[in-house]
């Protein structure tokens, strides 16, 4: 089977007997993003040219959703910064997509329930719980120390930008999920493009924060 980063991001954000995420949904839906978005870079499909995002090659990857964000990269008159692009695959549409697609592969399952016996809401508890654990063992030697590949150094590296690294991970120490979030794993011109999306995500982030704060009065 082959998942995404998006995709690992979304099950370790989901709780397993729950089906619910442990982090909000606008925090959640900017990672997702921008999982894509660093996913489509660690692949040679975009650079970071200046502050902007550039399409170097518009070769499909053969999974839906990266070869869909890359032609509508492709498909702009001009070009944006890391954070535009987060903002603009940002939306409950992909999360809802990437639930599905988990559901139908047979790694979670999706389950229909009513909040107060009225209001329609969805759960999505793990069926087939080997997928996630394996992406946590992997995670787990990283934190640990063992070098990590570019894959899994985005991977904690938009966990920590979403802060769900330490409610996924709550024994892993701070220092070394900074230094793997911004060491040198990745080549200069990719490592920079990671960095902007890192810086992007967190941005959404904060906003989403800010945003719950005013609206509760805070």
């Known amino acids: 089977m082959s998942i995404t980063i998006a995709d690992e991001v979304l099950l370790l954000a989901y709780r397993d007997d729950t089906g619910k995420p442990q982090i ?16 489509l870079a660690i692949n040679g499909r975009i650079d970071l040219d200046g502050k902007k995002l550039v399409v170097r090659d518009v070769s499909p990857l053969g999974d839906d959703e990266l070869d869909a964000a890359l032609a509508r990269m492709a498909g702009e008159s001009r ?25 139908d592969q047979g790694v979670l399952t999706e389950q229909e329930t009513k909040v107060l016996g009225i209001f329609p809401s969805r759960r999505y508890p793990a069926l087939d719980a080997s997928v996630e654990q394996g992406i946590r063992q992997r995670v787990e030697s990283v934190l640990a120390g063992a070098e990590p590949d570019e894959r899994l150094a ?3 590296a938009v966990l920590n930008a979403a802060k769900l690294d330490r409610k996924a991970f709550p024994h892993a120490r701070k220092e070394r999920i ?38 509760s009065g805070g």
């Open 24 to 39: 909000g949904s606008t925090e959640l839906d900017a990672a997702l993003a921008g999982a894509i978005v660093a996913e």
């Open 79 to 103: 070009d944006h910064k890391p954070e535009w692009w987060v903002g603009k695959l940002n939306g409950n549409k992909l999360r809802k997509r990437l639930l599905s697609r988990l559901a």
């Open 154 to 156: 985005v991977l904690i």
């Open 178 to 215: 900074k230094e793997v979030a911004e060491g040198e794993w990745a080549g200069v011109a990719v490592k920079k493009t990671i960095a902007s999306v890192h810086a992007a995500v967190a941005a959404g982030v904060a906003a989403a924060v800010a945003g719950g704060a005013v609206s």
